[in-house]
């Protein structure tokens, strides 16, 4: 019988022993803490989904004939029809969480594929790095394991090169020996972290030569010895209900820093190894980037789609649908979220094969992040306009609907035209919650920053357009004329 990862067995992988920090306390339990327990559900949600026999062929698939299916994150798509067949399950696990889980396991399943494609950059690196990293991608995918990474290094003197920051900040390689290499320091932002099996340990940022100590990626069990994990504040026990907090009560898929005390990494776990420019090949060199990037576009692109239906629903609430201005609004916003989806669609029919396979255009998808982590802010602004007072002007939580006196008052003072006002608490609550609320805050600041600051998605932009196509119209305007001809009075050619 061909199975694939339920659910169950997702929480079961998790009651690991892991080392997580909230509030002062260690937490026992990630599965059963009331600051986590959602988003580990949410996560497990997502692989019961995958396994539901109406979905399984729509989500998963079986590597080199096996028996057992796992996500279709992992394909390594062959052509255009199979990228698209990928994606057809990446959007269906999104639209779980109206795109609010961004670091779902196909995000760095997506990394890993990448890098699988561009196996040749890593034997160039080195014969057993590439083997590791193989070997890896085997075991992980057949396991269809939920990974996360933290690729990111603190923030501390950001004027000063990596290598020159304090001791024990950057993760950094202390020791090494015939068994491997002993990481100290930190990485962040381990988002998803407290319920991913397994994170992947990488610097993206340019290193100089001499930070050889700072160059290397590796994968680690989340659970191995001196792993700490720091959560932030929880947004999940922060919730008051469902009701109050639709999407912060469950999918608050958590950041965290991670801290590495003294952890030893076995080297068939060891993918780059004292090498700078392979910390920077890993992922421009091999497709592993645009993989990565084109998956969080395609979650973006539900999240747009969300917000743009939250938008309607705002002006549906409040009355505003059919003032021409209003609608105007609204028809700018669509254009925002069809945009994104032409994007996707142009990244797709415009990738080109890279071996035996097809990898999505890389500057659109540059261009896609660019413009959407301007995009989003703008577009959270957008709504709130929409909106006015609305958004503030609720129950203080679900509570006050257990008061017949108060409950009266609210129901006679949130009318609305489309909804009952026990609707229109409902909808206006989810609405705040998504843009609003710490947990909606926390998203903006996603969106804008997950790929990296302005300047360096600007900078991936630059590199990968076609300047010499672009600059040879140029030129070939130049040379329909010239100083002599203008001199001559002689007519343009
Ligand atoms: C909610 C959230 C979740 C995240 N999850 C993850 C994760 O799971 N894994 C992971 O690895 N990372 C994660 N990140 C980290 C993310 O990749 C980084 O925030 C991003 O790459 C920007 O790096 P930074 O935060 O160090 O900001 P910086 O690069 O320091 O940029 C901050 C600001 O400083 C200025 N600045 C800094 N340096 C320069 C410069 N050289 N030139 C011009 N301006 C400059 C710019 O104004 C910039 O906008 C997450 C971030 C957020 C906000």
């Given at each position: ?11 079961k ?9 909230i ?6 339990d ?19 989904f ?20 796992i ?17 057809k399950?990446l ?9 609010f889980?961004?670091r ?9 594929v ?7 950059v890593?034997?160039?690196?080195g ?5 590791a ?42 020791d ?48 191995i ?5 720091l959560?932030?504040?929880s ?27 003294d ?15 392979m ?33 309607h ?9 059919d ?26 029919a415009?990738?080109t ?19 959407t ?7 959270v602004?957008?709504l ?14 679900v509570?006050d ?8 008052i ?12 026990e ?16 947990f909606?805050?926390?998203h ?9 600051a ?11 357009f076609?300047?010499?196509g672009?600059t ?12 002599e001809?203008?001199?001559g ?5």
């Amino acid at each position: 019988m061909t199975t694939c990862k339920t659910g169950a067995d997702h929480i079961k992988s998790l009651k690991d022993g892991r080392t997580v920090y909230i509030d002062g306390k260690l937490v026992e339990d990630v599965t059963e803490h009331p600051a986590f327990r959602n988003a580990v559900r949410s996560a497990a949600a997502l692989y019961d989904f995958q396994a539901r026999p109406e979905n399984v062929e729509l989500m998963t698939f079986s590597p080199n004939g096996s028996h057992r299916r796992i996500n279709r994150a992992w394909q390594m798509p062959r052509s255009y029809q199979e990228l698209v067949q990928r994606r057809k399950a990446l959007q269906a696990w999104a639209a779980l969480s109206c795109g609010f889980i961004g670091r779902s396991p196909d995000h760095v399943a997506s990394t890993l594929v990448g890098q699988r494609i561009g196996l040749d950059v890593f034997e160039k690196h080195g014969p057993e790095r590439a083997k590791a990293l193989a070997a890896y991608f085997e075991e992980a995918s057949s396991e269809d394991r939920f990974l996360t990474y933290v690729i990111i290094n603190p923030q501390a003197e950001r004027a000063k090169a990596w290598g020159d920051q304090a001791e024990e900040l950057v993760a950094r390689i202390v020791d090494e020996d015939a068994d491997g290499i002993t990481i100290r320091g930190a990485k962040l932002l381990g988002t998803s972290s407290i319920m991913a099996n397994e994170v992947l340990i990488a610097n993206l940022q340019p290193l100089r030569s001499g930070e050889e100590d700072l160059a290397f990626s590796c994968a680690l069990p989340m659970n191995i010895k001196g792993l700490r994990v720091l959560s932030r504040k929880s947004y999940e026990a922060a919730a008051t209900s469902v009701f109050d907090n639709p999407l912060s009560s469950r999918f608050d898929e958590n950041d965290a820093l991670i801290y590495f005390e003294d952890v030893k990494v076995p080297w068939e776990r060891v993918f780059v190894h004292r090498d700078t420019d392979m910390c920077r090949a890993q992922f421009h060199d091999t497709p592993a980037h645009a993989y990565q990037n084109y998956q969080a576009q395609i979650r973006l692109s539900v999240k747009l789609k969300f917000l743009v239906g939250l938008a309607h629903r705002i002006t549906e609430a409040i009355g505003t649908t059919d003032i021409p201005s209003v609608r105007e609004q609204l028809g700018f916003l669509a254009a925002h979220a069809g945009t994104v989806g032409s994007m996707l669609a142009g990244m797709e029919a415009e990738g080109t094969m890279r071996g035996q396979w097809y990898v999505p255009n890389r500057h659109y998808m540059y261009s896609a992040q660019v413009m959407t982590q301007d995009m989003y802010p703008r577009i959270v602004n957008a709504l709130r306009e929409l909106a006015g007072g609305s958004l503030i002007m609720l129950p203080s939580s679900v509570h006050d609907f257990s008061d017949p006196h108060l409950a009266k008052i609210i129901r006679t003072t949130q009318r609305s035209t489309k909804m009952t006002p026990e609707e229109k608490v409902k909808f206006m609550k989810a609405a705040w919650d998504a843009i609003g609320s710490e947990f909606g805050s926390r998203h903006t600041q996603y969106e804008m920053f997950y790929a990296g600051a302005r300047f360096v998605t600007t900078g991936h932009s630059y590199r990968t357009f076609d300047w010499s196509g672009a600059t040879a119209m140029i030129d070939g305007l130049l040379s329909t004329y010239d100083l002599e001809d203008a001199l001559g009075g002689r007519r343009q050619r």
